[in-house]
């Protein structure tokens, strides 16, 4: 089992550990995460401002805390099933990940993993702002 990677979990940093042992190396540090989740904050603070930055709306926005970070090392993370035969994306809990992903071993399913660096994406920016649930139930 020495070729699989296997990141062992430090204080709360389990985004940090999940996405490196998704990926199978260590890409993401506490650091590095963290300045993803400002980048958001600030392209969300951005988006905000757009509709009025005397708005209610966007003074509310100012005064609530980061939804990407906090002090104790919670980064969001969210994961989405794209299949291409349900009506649109759906959102995956994180407690679902795993039992989702081994379904789809499990029925034959090809699970492929992208890595490197992503283009920019509208969707990030939109789940930044909104609110999305989980649409997703266990069986």
């Given at each position: 089992?020495?070729s699989?990677?296997h990141?062992?979990q430090?204080g709360s ?12 190396g260590?890409?993401?540090?506490p ?11 600030e ?12 708005s209610e709306?966007?003074r ?9 970070m906090?002090?104790?090392?919670f980064?969001?993370?969210q994961?989405?099933?794209l299949?291409s035969?349900l009506?649109g ?8 990940l795993?039992?989702?992903l081994?379904?789809l071993?499990?029925?034959g ?7 490197g660096n992503?283009?920019?994406c509208?969707?990030e920016?939109?789940?930044g702002?909104?609110?999305?649930h ?6």
């Open positions: 089992m020495e699989i990677f990141e062992k430090e940093l389990c985004a940090q550990h999940c996405l490196n042992n998704l990926l199978q260590e890409y993401f540090t650091v590095d995460l963290s300045s993803i989740a400002h980048q958001l904050d392209e969300e603070r951005m988006r905000m401002a757009e509709g009025g930055m005397g709306e966007y509310t926005f100012l005064q609530q805390p980061s939804g990407n906090d002090d104790s090392g980064f969001s993370i994961w989405f099933n299949n035969l009506t994306p759906e959102l995956i809990s994180d407690t679902y795993a039992l989702f081994a379904q071993q499990q029925e399913y090809s699970i492929f993993v992208i890595r992503l283009p920019e509208d969707a920016q939109i789940l702002i909104m609110k999305v989980n649409t997703c139930i266990a069986e």
